[in-house]
């Protein structure tokens, strides 16, 4: 049995992370530049031709910020966001992407998983993540300098069956054994219980980029007994870009008569001008667009706070409903919920704060919601407990427990198309439920069951899981087989169905046909490298890469005296520059991967005010204490960013 | 620990060789977790068959069992043992959220009686699913009781009032308009029939008591009192909902 690292990771809409236990706390393990966030971006690199053959090599994949670089070069060749595609089906996907620059691979058939072109390749959902899952395993194989194969994932709480086990795919894809799906906001609360010994009710109101969601726990001794969750799997950050976006698009083609729809690129450009206004809306009372246009004109445009809050408001309302179903569910007013706990980026805008604050009564109960842990990072740190839990290796962790719901109830259809539930909705998870058939006509051998997922009557109003038929059940009369079928929610909240007859006591064969999703052949044939876990590939792997990553770095830091900033060092501060360089230009000789690592972070740590200053000069004073590889990303392309994460092989 | 139900059938355990009672969840000798028992919702708990129910120690047993059973616990054990975990995981919760809720709890006592008396368990499981399926006699008590369910009959004439009041109410919303007179007696209906929902509960509860204490002549009488009751408050529950559901907040 493997004894190594169990990480945690939160692959989220936006940004990724990777965290473990560091003894009895949980930390983020931050990538080669010192940045604990990995965008979740993917990039396919310009395939350049192979000399050798004279035929396009093998192209090659990269992840995170400088994915999030060539959005504007090569908009066609980059996914952002693919969380909002996990699970769903063409018609999902379809509505989905009106709202995205990628395109669906346009030989795609009904009932099978919707693949995106990206170049001339296509890929499944699961397997961008992979990419994003794989970028965070190499991070932390890198910190720790020895190979990771097990990890918590989290989800948003009210991702359903088929977007759970697509998170389960992009993992096995990514070389790691999942060992537990843990949702989000239940994550949260694991994080922000551990140093103190709570009791007591407490919600999570998590709204990060693409989803929302609410959950209310009771915490009692060390057991986080979730009672109920609510939320919607399509309301985050993006629609409140995207409503920016929206306004932008359709003044600059009413007043300038520029369809800027048309250039992907300049689409990108303006989505993160509208990004950046969102988040200066959060300080300030106004926030600009001041953008070129195509055609030379310029587009200026004063966002005032008020007229932002106006426009987004139909966005918050959405997070207010389930909130109250929740606490419905959970028996509880707002007056017994003890604490509140916010979670995700979207929680720093004031009007969020504000409604939360309606919600569930604290000014007036003279109450102020959790916002101590970086709500960017709090729900890694949760799964980094969850995976402390689960190895069983901390002290601290030992007396934790988290028992979690299923959030959407689980059904059959009925003759006439209604579902009838057999597991409720927030019932704590495993959950099963034993059911019998049996046959409407003599000598049936078939029984066809079709399973759902939701709280609608109907059963097309609801979310089709799987389909089977119980076969080879013994010609009888009418009515005379008795087949059990046994459902079974695990612990991931993922559906397991098995089936047998019970008068002859033959085991009836079940054939699970998933409504949607990769069958595990498919996944297998995803599988990103076999060979990820050879432990001398392995290390000199580490090695080659971790010199890559230098070179880009040591690249970055011969650029920095060209920028103005540079001379607004002092001596000693450039001297200290050039100290850490030449010993990461000596270092990186050897074979010492932890060396390596460590004069990389010296040198990123020396060059950090020049990263400030060179924002000072390029943008406003809103994004201050980061690195040069962060700042690098925020200003415009012209200031190289020092480095990339490193180019990932595609096989 | 659990209790030793008497008739479970002895078993070795599968990591020490040690015979115990079937119906333990661990061994009693090595601790380790066993396959999933064959015994009932009470049995998991160690409980007797009885409607009033210590629900302080209910969840503290829940928790205890939980910390030694749970998935969480098993990450890295063998596949045998992960799957078992799995499996008396779900039995307990399973067991627990039947248990804990009063209405639940009667339900599936009754269910168990009712394999008792001779019915077949599973026609007594739930609602009904069966493909093309022919109605089986015995089912139609305990099942399907939403569909069954009839106006109490001393209520007959109160339930048509209200389902006038609730389809003028609908038409009034539809047209817009409100109706300050017509909310008002609504809301002194609602009133009256949540109170007769607490009537019901506090008759069950009298049956519990009833049933607890009484010999199997005493708990014939009492189930079917409880299997009444069960209905009234279905069907009283469901006109409160509408209400309110009209009422809005």
Same mark, same amino acid.
Request: proline letters at 5%; one cysteine or more; aromatic letters at 6%.
């Given at each position: ?102 395109? =669906? ?297 988290? =028992? ?83 459902? =079974? ?5 993922? =559906? ?156 | ?32 977790? !066993? ?24 969840? !503290? ?71 093309? !399926?022919?109605?089986?006699?015995? !089912? ?28 003028? +109410?609908?038409?009034?919303?539809? +047209? ?74």
């Amino acid at each position: 049995m493997a004894e190594g690292h169990v990480v945690g990771i939160d692959l989220g809409t936006t940004n990724s992370l990777v965290a473990y236990m560091e003894g009895d706390r949980p930390v983020v393990i931050p990538g080669v530049d010192g940045s604990n966030l990995v965008p979740s971006v993917v990039a396919l690199d310009p395939v350049a031709l192979d000399p050798t053959t004279a035929k396009p090599g093998r192209p090659t994949v990269t992840v995170g910020n400088s994915a999030r670089k060539a959005l504007i070069e090569t908009p066609e060749r980059v996914i952002y966001s693919v969380k909002r595609l996990m699970g769903r089906d063409l018609e999902e996907v379809r509505t989905e992407l009106k709202f995205f620059p990628f395109r =669906l691979a346009g030989d795609i058939e009904a009932g099978e998983v919707p693949r995106i072109q990206l170049g001339e390749l296509r890929f499944t959902p699961p397997e961008i993540s992979a990419y994003i899952l794989r970028q965070l395993k190499r991070n932390a194989e890198r910190f720790f300098g020895s190979p990771v194969t097990q990890a918590v994932i989290t989800v948003p709480a009210y991702f359903n069956d088929a977007q759970r086990q697509a998170t389960k795919d992009a993992g096995r894809m990514a070389g790691l054994d999942v060992l537990r799906l843990v949702n989000e906001p239940t994550a949260a609360a694991l994080a922000y219980g551990l140093d103190r010994a709570k009791e007591g009710t407490i919600a999570v109101y998590d709204f990060g980029g693409g989803t929302f969601d609410i959950s209310i726990l009771k915490l009692c001794d060390g057991i986080f007994e979730v009672q109920s969750t609510n939320g919607d799997t399509h309301l985050g950050g993006d629609d409140i870009d995207n409503l920016l976006l929206t306004i932008a698009l359709d003044e600059i083609y009413a007043e300038h008569g520029v369809d800027l729809r048309a250039h992907p690129g300049a689409v990108q450009g303006l989505r993160k001008a509208a990004i950046d206004a969102k988040i200066k809306l959060s300080t300030e009372q106004a926030a600009h667009f001041d953008i070129e246009l195509p055609n030379g004109d310029r587009y200026q445009r004063e966002i005032p706070r008020a007229v932002f809050e106006m426009l987004m408001e139909p966005v918050l309302k959405r997070t207010a409903a389930p909130c109250k179903q929740a606490m419905a569910d959970a028996g509880v007013t707002p007056e017994q919920i003890d604490e509140v706990v916010l979670v995700g980026g979207s929680t720093r805008i004031p009007a969020v704060r504000a409604l939360v604050d309606d919600l569930f009564r604290l000014g007036a109960r003279g109450k102020k919601p959790h916002t101590e842990l970086n709500p960017d990072e709090v729900v890694a740190l949760g799964a980094a407990v969850q995976a402390g839990i689960l190895a069983g290796a901390s002290k601290t962790t030992d007396d934790m427990l988290l =028992l979690d719901v299923t959030p959407l109830s689980l059904g059959i259809e009925q003759l006439g198309g209604t579902v009838a539930r057999i597991i409720q909705r927030n019932s704590t998870i495993p959950a099963s439920a034993t059911e019998h058939f049996t046959t409407g006509v003599d000598g049936q051998t078939n029984v066809a069951i079709h399973v759902l997922q939701g709280e609608r009557e109907l059963a097309a109003d609801c979310r089709s899981l799987a389909r089977f038929d119980l076969k080879g059940i013994p010609p009888m009369a009418a009515g005379l087989p008795r087949i059990e079928v046994r459902f =079974l929610i695990d612990a991931d909240g993922i =559906l397991h169905v098995s089936a047998r007859e019970q008068r002859s006591g033959k085991a009836a064969e079940i054939e699970v046909k998933p409504t949607y999703g990769l069958t595990d052949e498919q996944v297998e044939n995803m599988i990103l490298d076999s060979f990820d876990h050879a432990e001398e590939d392995f290390s000199r792997r580490l090695l080659i890469e971790a010199r890559n990553e230098a070179d880009t770095i040591l690249a970055a830091v011969a650029r920095a005296p060209q920028n103005p900033a540079w001379n607004e060092l002092s001596a000693e501060e450039q001297a200290a520059i050039a100290v850490a360089r030449d010993r990461l230009v000596l270092i990186m000789q050897g074979s010492d991967l932890n060396a390596i690592s460590h004069a990389m972070v010296a040198l990123d740590k020396a060059t950090r005010r020049f990263a400030e200053l060179m924002m000072d000069a390029a943008v406003s004073s809103a994004i201050r204490g980061k690195t040069m590889s962060e700042a690098g990303k925020e200003i415009d392309e012209t200031v190289s960013a020092p480095h990339d994460f490193a180019p990932a092989e595609f096989k | 620990m659990l209790k030793v139900v008497e008739n479970a059938v002895p078993v070795a355990c599968w990591a020490c060789s040690v015979a115990h009672n079937e119906s333990t969840l661990f061994c009693p000798d090595c601790s380790k977790i !066993q396959p999933p028992t064959t015994g009932d919702y009470f049995s998991v708990f160690g409980l007797e068959h009885r409607l009033n129910i210590d629900l302080p120690a209910l969840e !503290q047993e829940f928790h205890r069992l939980s910390r030694r059973l749970h998935p969480d616990r098993f990450a890295r054990a063998s596949e045998n043992e992960k799957d078992w975990s799995l499996a008396d995981t779900a039995l307990l919760n399973d067991a627990y959220r039947t248990l804990k809720d009063p209405l639940r709890r009667t339900e599936y006592l009754l269910k168990l009686q009712g394999a008792e008396m001779g019915v077949s368990p599973e026609a007594c499981s739930g609602t009904t699913l069966l493909q093309n !399926q022919e109605k089986i006699q015995n !089912q139609e008590k305990i099942q399907n009781r939403e569909k069954t369910s009839r106006v109490p009959a001393d209520l007959l004439e109160e339930v048509f009032d209200l389902n006038m009041q609730l389809e003028e +109410m609908r038409m009034a919303r539809k +047209m817009g308009q409100e109706d300050p007179e017509l909310k008002e007696s609504l809301l002194t209906a609602k009133e009256k029939f949540v109170g007769l929902v607490n009537a019901v509960d506090r008759e069950l509860r009298a049956q519990w008591t009833i049933w607890d204490a009484g010999d199997a002549a005493a708990r014939q009488p009492a189930q079917q009192a409880m299997m009444a009751l069960l209905d009234r408050r279905k069907y009283l529950s469901n006109l409160v909902r509408d209400v309110t559901e009209i009422l809005g907040d």
